[in-house]
């Protein structure tokens, strides 16, 4: 069945770029979604992508797509402590007909 | 400004006791959504109504029950056949349908003991 996985667990610095991957199975996605949650909080739609598109740019975030490798990445530019967070992607099912969530990534953003 | 409310933040129960956790949006989405997240872990979906007066189970159901008399609304009962009721409930809405974004409420966090 369709699938969307991630990448548990990322550190880095303060100030340097963090990159967050997930993979999807289903090809006939048409929107791929970015969602962060902070601790003890919901989830946060961050942003989005449309399959027709490679790369998706807001202010620190970039979000880019490769649809032949199924692989969608966030792009945190000068991460900062605030960003710790577990981000989630989604990514709709065209068998289930619902959107499927990654496990998540946290981030961890060390001083 | 409109939003989804979960109600109350934290919940506290006893073994044995069903108890049922609030859920409304004022966002005149159609469809909504009852997630649960343990530690460490990703969602995993309880719930869903695509519309009024209709829902279906998601990829873990037993020991919850759900309606959806309101478009508004879509109460969660834990009852006590569920055997561990602990963990971090989630509402979601959206727009239509169950592939488009969906908007996600504060949360409750539950604690059966």
């Known amino acids: 069945g369709e699938d969307v996985e991630q990448s548990l667990f990322l550190s880095v610095r303060e100030g340097d770029s963090s990159v967050i991957n997930c993979t999807y199975t289903?090809?006939?996605?048409?929107?791929l979604y970015w969602y962060k949650q902070e601790p003890g909080a919901g989830l946060q739609l961050l942003t989005y992508?449309?399959?027709?598109?490679d790369m998706k740019q807001d202010q620190r975030l970039t979000v880019l797509l490769n649809k032949k490798d199924k692989h969608l990445s966030l792009r945190i530019a000068d991460t900062q402590t605030g960003d710790s967070a577990i981000y989630f992607c989604?990514?709709?099912?065209?068998?289930?007909?619902?959107?499927?969530f990654g496990q998540g990534t946290t981030l961890q953003v060390k001083p | 400004d409109g939003g989804i409310t979960q109600s109350p933040k934290y919940l506290f129960r006893k073994e044995g006791q069903n108890v049922t956790l609030s859920c409304e949006q004022n966002?005149?989405?159609?469809?909504m959504y009852w997630y649960r997240q343990d530690p460490g872990q990703g969602l995993r979906l309880i719930y869903y109504?695509?519309?009024?007066?209709?829902?279906q189970k998601g990829d873990i159901a037993e020991g919850y029950s759900v309606s959806r008399e309101k478009k508004e609304s879509f109460p969660l009962t834990v009852t006590s056949a569920q055997k561990n009721p602990t963990a971090f409930y989630l509402c979601?809405?959206?727009?239509?349908?169950?592939?488009?974004?969906?908007?996600f409420g504060p949360g409750t966090r539950l604690t059966v003991t």
């Open positions: 989604a990514a709709p099912s065209s068998n289930t007909g619902k959107l499927i």
């Open positions: 992508i449309f399959s027709n598109m």
């Open positions: 966002l005149n989405h159609d469809a």
């Open positions: 109504s695509q519309i009024v007066n209709d829902f």
């Open positions: 979601a809405s959206s727009i239509e349908g169950t592939v488009y974004e969906q908007y």
């Open positions: 289903d090809s006939s996605s048409t929107y």
